[in-house]
């Protein structure tokens, strides 16, 4: 994937530059960053992360599970005593809880893994170990309009600017 990658020096030309590629039309951006930044995510347009819908749905499938699991059990070899319900939910809160932790976990480990792409193992061209210590990039995929984006990328303030990044 070709493109073109700006290098800055602060959080904040980063973020200008984003707004500024953003505000021109480019919306497909990479932004890498060594510690996250919540004003970055949100001058990219990223408003909450779709992994606690995993995680939501994994906890109300185990509940669900673990209900069905003790209750159905229960119905199935029913075991009277004294006249107590057979189907008693203070007897089930335990298992209930678990398989929720349980399955709310699993199902948003999974999220995670769907939703970074860690099953494709690769590192993208554009990265750069700098980006890990004390640089921020910001890499625009493939533009036409090349000279446009790049002195956007200047004039935010970026310390190198690197036209057809990629393999």
Same mark, same amino acid.
């Given at each position: 994937?070709?493109?073109?990658?700006? +290098?800055?020096?602060?959080?904040?030309?980063?973020?200008?530059?984003?707004?500024?590629?953003?505000?021109?039309?480019?919306?497909?951006?990479?932004?890498?960053?060594?510690?996250?930044? @919540?004003?970055?995510?949100?001058?990219?347009?990223?408003?909450?992360?779709?992994? *606690?819908?995993?995680?939501?749905?994994?906890?109300?499938?185990?509940?669900?599970?673990?209900?069905?699991?003790?209750?159905?059990?229960?119905?199935?070899?029913?075991?009277?005593? +004294?006249?107590?319900?057979?189907?008693?939910?203070?007897?089930?809160? &335990?298992?209930?809880?678990?398989?929720?932790?349980?399955?709310?976990?699993?199902?948003?480990?999974?999220?995670?893994?769907?939703?970074?792409?860690?099953? *494709?193992?690769?590192?993208?061209?554009?990265? *750069?170990?700098?980006?890990?210590?004390?640089?921020?990039?910001?890499?625009?995929?493939? #533009?036409?309009?090349? @000279?446009?984006?790049?002195? &956007?990328?200047?004039?935010?303030?970026?310390?190198?600017? @690197? #036209? @057809?990044?990629?393999?």
């Amino acid at each position: 994937m070709s493109g073109i990658l700006a +290098q800055y020096d602060s959080v904040g030309k980063a973020i200008a530059g984003v707004k500024r590629l953003r505000a021109a039309g480019h919306d497909d951006l990479d932004v890498f960053s060594p510690i996250p930044y @919540e004003e970055l995510e949100e001058a990219m347009g990223i408003v909450s992360s779709p992994i *606690r819908r995993w995680a939501l749905i994994g906890g109300i499938t185990g509940f669900v599970t673990a209900y069905a699991l003790t209750a159905l059990t229960s119905l199935a070899y029913p075991l009277i005593t +004294q006249g107590k319900p057979i189907v008693a939910l203070p007897a089930y809160f &335990i298992i209930i809880f678990e398989l929720t932790i349980l399955f709310a976990g699993l199902f948003g480990f999974a999220g995670l893994l769907y939703h970074t792409h860690k099953t *494709r193992r690769r590192i993208s061209p554009a990265y *750069r170990e700098s980006f890990s210590v004390d640089r921020y990039g910001v890499f625009v995929p493939g #533009q036409s309009g090349s @000279e446009a984006v790049e002195s &956007i990328m200047r004039d935010t303030g970026a310390v190198t600017v @690197e #036209q @057809e990044v990629g393999a």
